[in-house]
């Protein structure tokens, strides 16, 4: 038996050495971080490894809030670093990525497959960057048990929320129980933070690439955020929390209602959770009277412009895209997949109930302005937001603050 092996190893030398593998020992390094489910993503790259010989793909994690991994990858691009082969982008960054030359266009790949809005996001000057890795928008979760228990329906409004939230509050009389938990941090989840209640209003923000800002509208949704921390339905340090902390806080049980993106509901459900099988998942609430929206996110995979492996991290990427790897990444790690067929995927389906209904949801989400000045949007607003959470800015001064930063950077 040993020996057959040996002779079969043999022959696979032989067969190398006459006509080498395209892939022979190809190191890949992808960027992903912490926050896009590693782990998950892993066991794509070890059946990939399993077909490619020769290809290793080992993976760089870092910075826990996309701004982080964003100025970790700024200074890795700007120093040219070949060490990184593919980037894992947030969805508002391949338009910026694409003005530094930091990715590489991708040639002949059929993007109708994939939602309008990763098309969009992935094309600049009518190149495509990058392809997208998996979907995502804003929901609601909710504790289903609480909820029962005080037989409220899941609210529609954000006054309807409020009301639930102190009804379960005050019923459960345990200090450690949170009505709602948002991202109130200075990072880039409060920049959807901002413009959940603004676009409710029917308002934009960009239009045509002009500047739409409403001043109204602006006071309307940064006084809702700091009324319901007034109102203790979020918790006074709000202004220190980012997405993953509202993501363990629920996870430990500490809250009724969250704003959260998809990935959550995978570790809800896992062995670590103390709420598995007691979350629901809805719309997000509007402002009286408004519509409900989300925020659209989502991730996208380039290749980097300094990669030494371009042709092996373009193969990989375009797997990477493939509409099997978008629904084995929303069955184990509830990522929302990038193309319309993988909502009616029965397999996805059975893993996540919910995705049936979250088309429609991630098709009518919103998209934070495409300029290749993001940054700089980004950093008004969430700065600002924070300060009025804060209680350092009244809701009038941040919405003037924020008007006066975007006229300078759109004009
Ligand atoms: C999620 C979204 C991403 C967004 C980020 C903000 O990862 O997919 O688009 O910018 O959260 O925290």
Redesign the pocket.
Known sequence: MKLKLLAAALMATALQGASPPASADTPLRIFIST??QPQVWRKVFDQYEAKNPGVTIAIESGGA???LQAQYLNTVMSAKDPSLDILAL???RPAQYAAANWTVPLDNVDMTKYLAAYVDANTVDGKVVALPA?????FLYYRKDLLDKYAIAPPKTWDELAAAAKKITEGEKNPNLQGLSF?GKA??????TFLLPYWSQGKTLVSNGRLTFDRDAAVKSLKLWKDLVDQGVAKKNISEV??DDTRKEFQAGNVAFAVN???AWALFQGAESAVAGKVGVARLPALGGGEQTS?????EFGVSAYSTHKDEARKLVSYLASQDVSSFMAINGSLLPTVAASYRDPEVLKAVPWFGEALNVVQTAKA?PVTARYNEVSDAIRTTVNSVLSGVITPEDGAGQIEGRLKRILR
């Open positions: 926050q896009q809030t996309s701004e947030d969805v508002i998996f979907a995502d928008a804003m991202q990072i880039e989840g409060a920049v959807c980012a997405t993106w998809a990935y925020c659209l996110g989502g991730w934070r």
